[in-house]
């Protein structure tokens, strides 16, 4: 099993930034190490579906992120500790959603699609300010 917890989320002013942080564990990284995982930050804003912001592959593997958020949004990873970051710049209040970190062993599967994720975190919420 893996379990993710992620952290960062808050109330910020339009314009303004956050770093989101998803930190990993689990036995099943004894088997697969997490570097091999691809991780993707989803967001869920009230009445609308969860959708994908960003993913980054194994390691070296490449990063994606949606149109809505492209040049405002970096996803990068730190392997050694288990952890992925989502920085966020230029806040809207059209970003203000439940912000949701999800893992998969690697399957060769498109990282947009949601189902092929195996693993999610609570989710940590992201409300800007108008």
């Known amino acids: 099993q893996v379990q993710l917890v992620e952290s960062g989320g808050g109330l910020v002013q339009a314009g303004g930034s956050l770093k989101l942080t998803c930190v990993a564990s689990?036995?099943?990284?004894?088997?697969?190490?997490?570097?091999?995982?691809?991780v993707g930050w989803f967001r869920q804003a009230p009445g609308k579906e969860r959708e994908l912001v960003a993913a980054?592959?194994?390691?070296?593997?490449?990063?994606y992120y949606a149109d809505s958020v492209k040049g405002r949004c970096t996803i990068s990873r730190d392997n050694a500790k288990n952890t992925v970051y989502l920085q966020m710049i230029d806040l809207q209040p059209e970003d203000t959603a439940v912000y949701y970190c999800?893992?998969?062993?690697?399957?060769?599967?498109?990282?947009?699609?949601?189902?092929?994720?195996?693993?999610w975190g609570q989710g940590t919420q992201v409300t800007v300010s108008s």
């Open positions: 999800a893992a998969r062993p690697p399957n060769g599967k498109p990282v947009t699609m949601k189902d092929e994720y195996d693993y």
């Open positions: 689990g036995r099943t990284f004894r088997t697969v190490s997490f570097s091999m995982y691809t």
């Open positions: 980054i592959r194994w390691t070296g593997g490449g990063t």
